[in-house]
């Protein structure tokens, strides 16, 4: 069963003491232009270093001018933008307890540098509560909600003075419903974060280095001509020595007991750790068609 009706959009000039600012179609220039004017729903997983695709350094060198900002036109977008209503449409018969209704861009009452611009917003037919509801899409599909995303609707529902969202996904073709509750200690941390990226905007101060591919690329992107010209390191370059050394060292002793893994895996494709009664897959191999194996090292918990 489909539910092919269109959904209304949200016109009311304020919305809990939150400012529309415009109803645009996602992508057009007019979009893109109050996207520039604060701190998005989608900025703040990488101000908080959650977006292992891109880092805060990155993000301000894009918003300050300093490095091109490319259109994001790949299939993953193609798809995650072709099949959101759809997606939404399946919640709403999911859940026909909810009124849901698309939202354009709006500003924090209070911090007018928080924007934010989700993918529609739900209302209870019987207590009136409204609710944030976004949507994705994965190729993989997840064990928990990325932090990234659960970053996201917090900060819609700080934006919009809400206690509820849910993020509703189709992640590896499995239908995923997550909900998260507001955290008054979490926003008010979000906050001050963005506050502080909107001040290195503002002022055009970079942030903080972090140690994340992201920012290596971006920085490279800075400074694309080469003079024949030097610079004195200083401790920069003891530092730089003693980083390469150590990180030798380490890609060694990596290698070695990646080897040692390997051999004691032998033909199996995953290997094990116990923890208490649990066990715990650490490594796996894996190939392309009749390619050599290699080891995929599982990171974190």
Not at 10 to 29: I, M, P, Q, R, Y
Request: net charge negative; with cysteine.
């Amino acid at each position: 069963m489909t539910d092919n009706r269109h959904f209304e959009t949200l016109t009311d000039a304020t919305f809990n003491e939150a400012t529309l600012l415009g109803n645009h179609a996602s992508g057009t220039k007019e979009w893109h232009g109050l996207r520039r004017q604060g701190v998005g729903g989608s900025d703040v997983g990488t101000i908080l270093g959650l977006n292992p695709w891109e880092s805060a350094f990155g993000l301000w060198a894009k918003r300050t001018g300093q490095i091109v900002d490319p259109p994001v036109d790949n299939w993953s977008v193609r798809f995650g933008n072709a099949f959101e209503e759809p997606i939404l449409k399946m919640w709403a018969v999911e859940h026909p307890e909810y009124e849901i209704f698309l939202a354009g861009t709006y500003r924090h009452p209070l911090h007018p540098y928080l924007l934010a611009n989700p993918d529609a917003l739900a209302r209870h037919r019987e207590t009136g509560e409204w609710i944030v509801v976004e949507v994705k899409t994965a190729r993989s599909s997840w064990y928990e909600l990325p932090p990234a995303y659960h970053a996201q609707v917090m900060h819609y529902m700080t934006v919009f003075g809400l206690k509820s969202a849910t993020v509703v996904a189709v992640a590896g073709w499995n239908w995923q419903e997550h909900v998260v509750e507001f955290d008054e200690f979490e926003s008010e941390a979000q906050v001050a974060a963005c506050r502080r990226f909107w001040d290195h905007l503002e002022q055009v101060v970079k942030p903080e280095w972090d140690g994340s591919k992201a920012t290596y690329e971006a920085q490279r992107q800075l400074n694309p001509n080469i003079d024949d010209d030097q610079v004195d390191l200083d401790d920069l370059g003891v530092a730089l020595l003693e980083k390469q050394r150590l990180f030798d060292v380490a890609e060694a002793e990596l290698l070695q007991v990646k080897s040692e893994v390997l051999d004691r895996m032998g033909k199996a494709r995953h290997g094990v750790i116990k923890e208490g009664e649990a066990t715990v897959r650490v490594a796996s191999r894996q190939a392309r068609g009749n390619g050599t194996p290699w080891l995929v090292i599982k990171k974190g918990k």
